[in-house]
Structures are given as structure tokens and as C-alpha cells.
Nanobody, 119 residues
Framework: VQLVESGGGLVQAGGSLRLSCAASGFTFDDYVMGWFRQAPGKEREAVSCISSRDGSTYYADSVKGRFTISSDNAENTVTLQMNSVKPEDTAVYYC?????????????WGQGTQVTVSS
């Protein structure tokens, strides 16, 4: 299993950023995919998950209405579109393979990509 994130960087508050994750080594359609994040000094937290099978989604309350998760089963990719970002969105973002649509059971993690939001 390999999960490779891209798209992190520095963005001003109120701006947008798009994260992508390329997945390989497993049958993408059989799993839930998602994004977690870890801010400095804080525990990792779930951000959003999506079922590759039926497209159902989960969002943490802190990102609802601002972030959108999508997946492309033909390309085995999952994307997180981040709009109206806030300084508190600053974190390392991880792509995960999941067993739960509620982002409660990740089993594989990418290496992470840094997102920094300046105020």
C-alpha cells in the first residue's frame, strides 16, 4: 500500500489550497479514503473521509462548508479542496486508507504534507 500526498504549502487566510493523494497497491474501490491532520502540539484529528464505493462523505465540524473531499476511482486519487482557510487549519495533512466512513479506523498513512495558513 502506498499513499503519496501533494499540494501542501503556504497560503493566506481566506485563500484556497488543494491537496491530492495518489493511492496504489490495493483495490481502491473497496475502501474508504480520507484525510487527517496534526497541528503542532496537538493530536492527530480526522478531517474528512469518502467512500470510494458510493461517494458518501464525512466532515469534521471544524471544516464543514469550507473543505470538500472527492475521489477519482479511475485514477485512484482522493482530493481535498480547502477553501476559506484559517490559521487554525495549519497542520501536517495525511492521506489515509480507512475502514470507516466516520474516519475512525485508518490502517495506512501517507508521509504527510505541510499546510501553513498565514494570518
Amino acid at each position: 500500500v502506498q499513499l503519496v500526498e501533494s499540494g501542501g504549502g503556504l497560503v493566506q487566510a481566506g485563500g484556497s489550497l488543494r491537496l491530492s493523494c495518489a493511492a496504489s497497491g490495493f483495490t481502491f474501490d473497496d475502501y474508504v479514503m480520507g484525510w487527517f491532520r496534526q497541528a503542532p502540539g496537538k493530536e492527530r484529528e480526522a478531517v474528512s473521509c469518502i467512500s470510494s464505493r458510493d461517494g458518501s462523505t464525512y466532515y469534521a465540524d471544524s471544516v464543514k462548508g469550507r473543505f470538500t473531499i472527492s475521489s477519482d476511482n479511475a485514477e485512484n486519487t482522493v482530493t481535498l479542496q480547502m477553501n476559506s482557510v484559517k490559521p487554525e487549519d495549519t497542520a501536517v495533512y495525511y492521506c489515509v486508507r480507512e475502514h470507516s466512513i466516520n474516519c475512525e479506523d485508518p490502517d495506512y498513512w501517507g508521509q504527510g504534507t505541510q499546510v501553513t495558513v498565514s494570518s
